[in-house]
């Protein structure tokens, strides 16, 4: 298996079919299959040898989808960059990894210089916007105008496909290893579920490409000859508009644009009618925004899957049919091509019903962490990817994640899941998003605290909060403090990061815990 695959078959099958749209580009299979070795050819004339890292630093773009393609062709790893980093992290990530190539557009081509600065081993920077060329790099349209095709490596199998490095929520971050059979295990086990993307697709590409997120949306359409339509970043006026002009069919997004999309005051004059499929994940869903997103996208089915990079991404899937009841709260049931459990302290199985860790084992399991054996025999135990998460699993094999175990709040002497209390929050009219963190507490060790985003225009007071909490889950779960805030620090995968929201109250502390 390897990820040039799906292009050969449909060059065989649909060489004038339309592969990929990005502003007033459309370019066929065979057009994008020709780039995409005279590409390949530029890079091994620039130096690239086999196994060498090749970086992306960009905006999403049909030129990135040609990167994704040209680098194992050329027999190179992939190294897509968080966009959403600092300069100091971004340049650790490129030292870290040892890239010889970085690849950048318009909007962070103005990096260049402090980047070659921060990482001596980096070689050449080859340009992929659409204005001049910057000083002391290569044109990318100049380089496949002059570049000679070369075959494909036909890059494969157990071999490193890419680099995917962890958000650095804890640290600098962590090279994630996938090899191409990882990612091909994800993707075909996505696509045989028969939730996600299928012939004829056509998906929009919003969630920024470098993220293993929207990697699976891509590989699965690849894989089944779909079209891909790419935007360089979320817009809620510019994706209602996409889906419009270009009829998208599939969709994968995290649950802060579902939120923004379906409030947008824009919504109703949009035909979105051709929107079958949507996927969400990257982090919960409030029980209310996922009720709105339906009743909004009446046409569409959502499919909610659970994962994690080192996955390659997928774990586990909820069906639009499974949207119902109890289980609107749960993230489904493994995919095809996983095994999923949940476990004790010593790996143990635990009753279903008891709340552990989830842990996973599969063709999808990454192969380690770049350069870090210590974190890797820590993360992969006996077989089984140790995710870090709080879940249970019901009877019937549905798993419910109830928060990152070091999310968990100790309050009294009860243990409180942020996930739930979250949910019940976010009912409150005057709630847009809200996040729920432990504090530190001289009466009850710890104190559940809300992080609330408010509606324009509106407000609330913690006593009515609580009030309203109190009519959907435990007394003692309600927040005891509150704090308005104007938005929500986010990863560059849509997650909230709640380290940060903890240090302002625990940055003094010995410990994280009481």
Known sequence: MYLTQGLHRAVQQQPDAVMTVCGDRTRTFTEVADRVARLAGALRELGVRPGDRVAMLALNSDRYSEYLLATPWADAVLNP????????????????????????????????????????????????????????TAAYEELIAQADPVPDARRGGDELAGLFYTGGTTGFPKGVMLSHANL???????????????????????????????????????????????????????????????????????????????????????????LRRVTYGASPIPQAVLERAMRALPEARFTQAYGMTELAPIATLLSHEEHRGDLLRSAGRAAPHAEVRVVDPDGAELPRGTVGEVVIRGGHVMQGYWRKPEETAAALRDGWMHSGDGGRMDENGYLFIVDRIKDMIVSGGENVYSVEVESAVSHHPAVAQCAVIG???????????????????????????????????????????????????????????KRELRDRYWGQEDRRVH
């Open 81 to 136: 960059v968080n966009f959403r980093w600092s300069p100091a992290e971004i340049a650790y990530s490129l030292r870290d990894s040892d890239s010889k190539v970085l690849l950048v557009d318009d909007m962070f081509a103005p990096m260049v210089p402090t980047l070659r600065e921060q990482v001596p081993g980096l070689g050449m920077v080859i340009h992929t916007g659409d204005g001049r060329a910057p000083h002391m």
């Open 184 to 274: 091909m295990t994800s993707w075909l086990g996505s696509a045989a579920s028969g939730l996600m993307v299928r012939p004829g697709a056509q998906t929009l590409h919003v969630a920024p490409m470098f993220h293993l997120a929207d990697l699976a949306s891509w590989g699965a359409t690849l894989l089944v000859g779909g079209g891909h339509v790419m935007i360089p970043a979320f817009d809620p006026a510019a994706v209602l508009a996409a889906i419009e002009a270009h009829r998208i069919t599939d969709a994968l997004l995290v649950p802060t644009m579902i939120q923004l999309l379906v409030d947008h005051p824009a919504v109703a004059g949009h035909d979105l009618s051709s």
């Open 439 to 497: 504090v530190p507490d001289p009466e009850w060790g710890e104190r559940v605290h809300a992080v609330l985003v408010l509606k324009p225009g509106a407000a609330v007071e913690c006593a009515e909060l609580r009030e309203h909490v109190k009519t959907r889950i435990a007394g003692y779960k309600a927040p005891r403090s509150i704090e308005i805030v104007e938005a929500l620090p986010v990863s560059g995968a849509g997650k909230i990061l």
